[in-house]
């Protein structure tokens, strides 16, 4: 049997999903609005995908690898020399509709506990994955 409770959280999700909705977190924030906006380049997204269309850095296509790479940036912002402070399997993403995800960073030396992606040039799997903000770790 189906609650109405269950039947309202259900369709807050499917707005959610559609764009037209948010969900209270219960700690004062709503999910998918991230603390801290990331100012995007959207020249530099468009030659990274130009980049991407022609084979170059793959990773991109890969919202959990690209969370990666900005959280760990955010600990070494001078870049990345050896291993990643953050390994990949750190990353969990915990919501993907297409075109918007949120991936949630796991260990003690994150700076970023979620991170909001969005692909902001094209919509479909070719589309590469840009971080538009996060939230900061405990």
Known sequence: M??????????????VIK????????????IG???????????SEKNDQNSVDAGHSPWRLD??????VFVNLLISPEGIKGDYPIPYED???????????IAK???????????YLKRLIRQDETGIWSVVGYDPAD
């Open 91 to 101: 990353v969990k993403i915990t919501l993907n509709t297409g075109t918007e995800a």
């Open 63 to 68: 919202p959990a690898f690209v969370a990666q």
């Open 19 to 30: 764009g037209e909705g948010q969900i209270p977190t219960g700690e004062g924030k709503i």
């Open 2 to 15: 189906v609650t109405v409770a269950a039947i309202i959280v259900l369709l807050t999700i499917f707005n």
């Open 33 to 43: 609005q991230p603390l801290i906006e990331v100012p995007v380049d959207l020249v």
């Open 105 to 115: 960073v796991n260990g003690d030396i994150t700076p970023a506990r979620y991170v």
